[in-house]
């Protein structure tokens, strides 16, 4: 998370904080049982700063790296407008 902040700054500035601060919603985001957490909403101000799936992916791979090759699918997927590439 601090990498995040210290490499890109514009993005992810205040986002240690924003963990520490709301704790208890990081976690819930974290722990969901849901199929797909990737697609849940980042908690607080972050669902809106990351807006695009990349910086989403960014946050998801501080949090769960076990869940970034299907965010990788789905960007991939969305972003060429075919499961073809896949």
Not at 8 to 31: R, T
Not at 32 to 56: F, S, V
Not at 58 to 71: E, G, K, S, W
């Amino acid at each position: 998370m601090t990498e995040c902040e210290r490499l890109l700054p514009e993005n992810f500035s205040g986002f240690a904080g924003a963990v520490s601060l709301n704790f208890k919603e990081w976690q819930h985001w974290f722990a969901c049982d849901k199929p797909m957490p990737e697609d849940n909403q980042l908690p607080g101000e972050w669902e809106t700063k990351c807006e695009d799936a990349l910086k989403k992916m960014i946050v998801l791979r501080c949090f769960r790296p076990d869940r970034v090759t299907f965010a990788i699918r789905n960007f991939v997927e969305v972003g060429m407008k075919s499961k073809d590439y896949i």
